[in-house]
């Protein structure tokens, strides 16, 4: 018999049943160290956490996060609270020793994620930052054939997160639109996870320059259940100030001399979850797009140049990453199952005192580079990372 | 607190798994009027058995399903054993009044179905046949549009289902095979699902000519782990004959006067779970592929002709079939999601006392026009599927 | 300078249009050994053959077609005249002395088609059938691949040919739909040119089975015009029968014991001139689509295996057939090309009076796997191609 | 009879051949009011200028390009020589009083494009800039639905224009590295395109951030006949310096508030002439890839939302823009077509004396932007284009 680890999940929307799933299953398909308990959900309104509680099985329902993470019995918090609240949670969550497995983005600024890994770190705690996409098993794949050296010398990343949810001018003045409680629009909540797979895959971001654009500068108040983002509805007929961008375009210079951009937008229509990439080096390229996440992309120049075109691979064969988990070649999984990836190797790496990337490090990297693009955004100029301080 | 319901799960192979996962995720995602138990698992090999209930947590095993069935506290049979104990299974699990859920295909010859069909039918117990596919959302969502008539007058109906796992001549002799346990290669084993797509989508077939062929005629003996699908391994040196299909292509005609294709193999490399179709009617188009199993290619004739093309619907959107159970538009879901949707259909049916489609009678259906395709191919003339008595 | 080399057109439609323009690139493009000179055009009206000739730079019109083929100084007839004339016209050209430069598909009979290749043989003249499509880029890579073995053994064809051009059930009961005019339906007119694709890239057809339908069976009798294809255009209020197929669906199977499947329609919404095959071999297979007919998919089987998929190799590389004559990578080409291509290949032959494929016998294998289909769908049972005579 | 209309055209490469075509065809495609006759080939090399004017056909050769702008009997000055002197050419024709169609880049300076604007606008001739691209029937489609308010509100430009047949560090310090004879690389040479296609499609472009890239610093000096693009021909042992960027990645404001991004490169391996656009809009969403130039993917925002989808329309129905002078749907054009159909418009606008789009105005607002993109990078800040003087 394995052993079991507590768990407590910290928020009950979207994201909290996308982890809670994740931890139900990870034992079933990997051959991991420990056998997931589902022991404490907590939620701020207590119909919703109560329904959700007894949905995904766990034992408790708590209404302080704070009092959660002192308890003894729990050993891994997941974080699938709003991005405000991320710094504090993690800060608290490492003083009481808890390994942290928090959702993205890291946080609202620099300082925040700074601080979050500074106290990861004093507390030498496990940390994971759900930046889920690098566990895709064809984007794992195109990390194992770069780092193999098959695309030679690195020269360009070109990379996009569209999505269209927004585009209806009656679509409500959310959380999303707020500064203070989203620091950012697509360029914090899409592109912070294109700088993830960019550092993931490319290297360190030097300098980047960004413009920012807000299409839609007045939107309804939302009235009760507008996070349901369904437009118009429960409008009160009032209208507020739109303080975060609808779309940012960037370039940038890696530190490796590679070439970069990143265009993220809300405003594409007909792209519902668009995070794509192509990357070109000396010997082969590599193009990937989430909406068909189990093809990668490949050219390779090694072949006879009349032969040469991008192959289409399903990532899905046995010997891929991750796949073999699953079903078979061929039969393509989905959207929830990088979480299920990120969930089996954060097991192991709890259990060998290993470190799992990325981690709060890697937020304060991600974050940084936000904040530059910011800055260069306000101050119409080429910025460096390292001048995000 | 949800009724409980109890499953006995028949086989722990790769179907084993495929169906406890949706039993296990049914009730989190889908309002269902029960709470699944895994209750017993049924195998033939201790070891395999007892691994398999302890990940999956079944409460018990058992090594004779017959006695399994008769137990009063199992109110669903999990048939997910080798096709050749169908029969035997189905006529036994409706007698002792269990609603039963069948892999497919339904059985090894028309006789067969057509006993099982009659013993459900008799027993008047639920039954469903787990031709899955027709759960995908975006298939689901075909015959929605259909039946609203967006097609028009059905014109064609253009089938594929390829594979290339078997191509290497070194892969040994497995059940596969053999007449007696699999009837058919790809035309028993993957022609099934796509003459269960058309009967869904385009209605009864009424007449049939096929042409079979085997590449490879003799292949190794397998030695032990041969079942893995490992070219090679455990080869004996010694060979055996091929009795069945590697390739199989069949055109139809349909009571409702479409014209029908349906190509077959286990020798296209390069497909791995290329499951194809094309419509074609006199408004419209569709066009679908499993392994881009999210999107559903549509051209509408009553666009302005400049701007006819075929749309790529991403099938994801809360609205479309079966599909805002899960995540967002955008967030695709894989292969094993469909498994979900039949048991949330199945259950729902249990409640009422509905039925739900594909069942044993269809199953009937099917595996004749599969006989049809192999009297076709025999005497080498166009076969009525009434002729199959 | 280039010697000249004289030629009469022989129709002034849609295909004389693309021929002229073909003689008129020819040796602007390809190192030929001739200029051609658009000597004599031929038409029945004599208002279009003037200003068709006018357009495209002949030196005279005629409205004799037997006395242009006695004339000394043409060398080459090139007939784009309806099917119907073309036994006629080819066995007086022959019979003239002339190298024979035919439209497709070749005959309206198998009888016809032997008559023609007789005729031409006995006189031993240069002949050539267009069937354009062999001699685009991509196709010719294809036959080369296949030739150096890249695909191993042959297991399947998967042709399709599929227009959309006559769904409306108002469009005029031309040609096209009469027996004696036009023989079939998409069978003649599109499967000839899958049949011969399918010939220069796998080999000869064994036997076949077919199904054939008609999904409208009275149209409008077309008023003047009715040939420009446009909807109703002239109708006079009075319907007529159509005598031939709207579909034909085709399986077969080839003297090397490849599998084969030709699908065709004209009815098939959204497809405007979806030429496609897939093939299928031991090492390697490959899809093409005239749609895209730059591009080639290519799966190579000896890759290794999780970096296998199919390639999109662009066939516009300066090393690949005919490509080098025109542009640059990447730049692509179009409809018309082959046309040059066999063009510039009929010229060599003429010169050093080698052969060209296909040509009349080629013809005569074509329609008898045609006739082949017609009897299959006819007498509802496989046929030997062999069969006819 | 038409009149006839001299052209001379200055230059006798890849373009040179493209545009002679070009002559050649569109009277037999366009009702023109011209008949184009190839009067003067001019080229530096004697053996070159004269097989290329025998083989299109051209009365004379000339070796001094000045002269044969002096000639009475000359209508048209076609200059398709190097960027370098297209300043010299373009004033000089203008003072001729001859009608200009000039290959683009324009020039290598916003300095010469202002005086080539001048001196045409000055001696009211008509003049047109070759960016082909925008009569590509698909582009010239999008441009009509764009015009109709189909898009609504733009919001986003993503444009990239990617090649790879610099790749290899063998390939030779040709004219294209140097900043005297290019000016820029990719930039110039392909942004150029984009740019023309981006105030096509969207508007005036306001701001721009640029940064810029030289993978391979130094090359082998080429021998003779280096300029055929052979790697390594003619290497004499020695290096050079690159002068010019390999990749150059840009992102921008327009003037109506659409936010842009152009990314182009020689250094993506396996893009052979990929000239892409996405355009977003509040109703609607386009994309274009030129290695797919027959086709236009749409998405309508007004379709009902679980049935939208990027449509894939084929832009070859004889509806569409241009393309009714071809052939038949489906039956697809390529790369040189769009210089045919600028050559119809050119001698209507000749004919009519109005005005063609896009010109040496055009010209001066499009080497704008590019010189902004140099300031942006070199001084690391956003530039307005309007800081260009």
Known sequence: MKKKINIAVLGTGFMGKAHSNGWMKVAKFFDVPF?????????????????????????ETAYD????????????????????????????AARCGKAVFCEKPAALSYAEAVEMAAAVKQAGVLSYLNHNYRRVPAVAFAKKMIEEGRLGTLYEWRGAYLQDWIMDPEFPLTWHFKRDLARGGPLWDLSSHSVDLARYLIGEVKSVMAIQ??????????????????????ATGETGKVEVDDASFMITEFENGVLGSFDTSRFAGGRKNYNYFEIYGSKGSLAWNFERMN?????????????????NIMVTNSTHPYAGAWWAPGHVVGYEHAFVHAMADFLHAYETGGTIDPNMEDGVKII??????????????????????
């Open 213 to 234: 654009k807000t299409f839609i500068e007045e939107r309804p108040l939302p009235g009760k259940g507008a996070a349901t983002f369904t437009a118009g509805k429960g």
């Open 368 to 389: 940084q580079v936000l904040e530059a693009a910011l800055k260069s955004s306000d101050e119409e100029r080429k910025v460096r990372v390292a001048e995000i301080k």
């Open 295 to 311: 093809e990668l992309q490949y050219l390779n120049m090694e072949d006879p140049a009349d032969e040469q075109g991008f192959r």
């Open 65 to 92: 996060w704070a009092q959660v993470m002192e308890r003894d019995d729990i050993d891994i918090v997941d974080i699938v609270a709003p991005t405000k609240v991320h710094k504090d949670m993690v800060v608290k």
């Open 35 to 59: 056998e997931p308990v589902l022991k404490v959900a907590f939620g701020t309104e207590r119909d919703d956490t109560e329904e959700f509680a007894q949905k995904w099985g766990f034992s």
